[in-house]
């Protein structure tokens, strides 16, 4: 869901696949907990941040139902805030929808090393589809077989979305009665999480670096001359020219 | 249907089919790694338009306005110290807040 969880530092890239490394008793106690533990753990503490976007997306202008709805179905941070500050904007909110689906393109390369993975099939599908985040994602690769990837990543899903949706709640209604969202200063929750969920990669490298000075730049060029939100979606072509340029990044991220 | 909800149910959609297709579409589609590096890198350069986009502008006009950049830098700083998420987002709000508070910006 967000970037910003411990992911970038703490995952490994690879799910290490040699459950026969280890004693089977050690696997059945450790191993059972450990994935459990911290995925419950992470859900906590990365859902609370629902909080910001529950104000924020009141801040912009959307009623709590809708906060509550982006919560429960579209369940992709960097989406929901970006759909929230489109609409803030006031810009072509088709503009703004293209730009928040394109921020959820990364799930599909998590989905794409989680199917493998998590070897679900049939309709269990639909239902892992939607718990597919940073988080999820990172708890389950980081498991050594299977099973605990799976325990992993349902522990996950659970605790991140029931706190995730409980925090956009309390968040939309608390902000709905605190007045004016300006003078709360809400209106800077939305660049603040972009700038917090961007943190990590900016240090993931030169290229990161690059292409999001790239885009920041594009998109300030391009705000002038086109409705808004469509700049934020021209800045899609820093990132091609980041891919383009050079060989795919050696950090161990490209499994 | 106000344009809102159509937005919120559009977004909603595209985020979940994203989701769905890598656990349905063959690993082969998606394997070049200038794809894969494609995707890894189009949410740094949208989030990077996003600050700089809400940071100065209202609409299609650039804007100046010292809270919001304040409110930043705040964050800024709180990331450089490594604070939580919260932490960072309740900094920048907060120094926003308070600056537009004391009549300052």
């Known amino acids: 869901m967000t970037d910003y969880a411990q992911c970038d530092e703490d995952c490994p890239a690879q799910p290490a696949h040699h459950p026969a490394d280890q004693p089977a008793a050690s696997r059945l106690s450790a191993g059972a907990a450990r994935p459990v533990r911290d995925g419950i753990l992470l859900g906590l503490a990365v859902g609370v941040s629902g909080l910001a976007f529950g104000a924020a997306a009141v801040g912009a202008g959307l009623s709590a139902w809708q906060a509550c709805a982006l919560s429960l179905l579209a369940y992709t941070g960097a989406s929901q805030f970006a759909l929230a500050g489109a609409i803030a904007g006031g ?8 730009g928040a689906i394109m921020l959820g393109s990364r799930n599909a390369l998590y989905s794409l090393r989680l199917a493998d993975l998590l070897q679900v099939h049939g309709l269990r599908r639909f239902a892992t589809a939607q718990g597919v985040t940073d988080e999820s994602a990172a708890i389950a690769l980081a498991q050594p077989d299977h099973a605990a990837a799976r325990t992993g990543f349902r522990a996950t899903f659970a605790s991140l979305y029931l706190t ?3 925090a956009t709640l309390i968040g939309a209604v608390g902000a709905g009665r605190l007045g004016s969202p300006q003078s709360f200063g809400l209106d800077v929750i939305g660049p603040a999480a972009f700038l917090a969920l961007i943190w990590p990669r900016l240090q993931a490298g030169r290229t990161e670096r690059a292409v999001a000075a790239g885009g920041a730049a ?25 891919a383009l340029a050079r060989r795919p990044s050696s950090d161990g991220r490209s499994a | 249907m106000s344009g809102i909800w159509i937005a ?20 082969r589609l998606l394997g070049n790694p200038r794809v894969k590096r494609f995707a890894e890198l189009v949410p740094v350069a949208l989030l990077a338009a996003l600050v700089a986009v809400q940071a100065t502008s209202k609409g299609s006009a650039l804007v100046l306005d010292p809270a919001r950049l304040a409110g930043l830098a705040a964050a800024v700083l709180a990331l450089l110290l490594r604070a939580p998420f919260l932490v960072v987002i309740v900094a920048a709000a907060g120094t926003a807040a308070a600056l537009r508070l004391l009549g300052i910006a």
Do not use: R
């Open chain 1, 218 to 242: 594009i998109a300030l060029a391009a705000t002038p001359l086109l409705p808004a939100g469509a700049p934020v979606i021209l800045a899609a072509f820093a990132a091609l020219a980041g």
């Open chain 1, 91 to 98: 810009g072509s909110l088709l503009a703004g929808t293209a």
């Open chain 1, 164 to 166: 995730w949706n409980a």
């Open chain 2, 8 to 27: 919120v149910l559009a977004t909603a959609a595209g985020c979940y089919l994203l989701k769905l297709a890598g656990l349905t579409v063959p690993e």
